[in-house]
């Protein structure tokens, strides 16, 4: 099972990006899907997280400015990133808990990461 990531850049205060991450491999099923971010010494943060019974958590530091959503067909999940700001610069991981795998049990994974960078 893996996660592939992307969507990051460069962006002006005030301006948007998506984030989309996928979901690859013998997958069973996916209990949980999510973005943290970890900013230049600071600690990896939760930005939102979706379960698979559409049970949301939004961070309030990015609360009414970005949204979580799931294509389950696709096995992909997002991250609608309006009204950035410099402080929203980060590392942008994307995480999930996946029935999967060659011995079919639940685990967590990891994808590898997209720069967000929010220019003042």
């Known amino acids: 099972v893996q996660l592939q990531a992307s969507g990051g850049g460069l962006v002006q205060a005030g301006g948007s990006l998506r984030l989309s991450c996928a979901a690859s491999?013998?997958?069973?099923?996916?209990?949980?899907m999510a973005w943290y971010r970890q900013a230049p010494g600071k600690q990896r943060e939760l930005v939102a997280r979706l379960t698979s019974g559409s049970n949301t958590i939004v961070a309030d530091s990015v609360k009414g400015r970005f949204t979580i959503s799931r294509d389950n067909a696709k096995s992909t999940v997002y991250l609608q990133m309006d009204s950035l700001k410099p402080e929203d610069t980060a590392v942008y991981y994307c995480?999930?808990?996946?029935?999967?795998?060659?011995?079919?049990?639940?685990?967590?994974?990891w994808g590898q990461g997209t720069q967000v960078t929010v220019s003042s």
């Open positions: 995480n999930a808990i996946i029935r999967g795998g060659s011995d079919y049990q639940t685990k967590q994974y």
């Open positions: 491999g013998s997958i069973v099923s996916i209990n949980v």
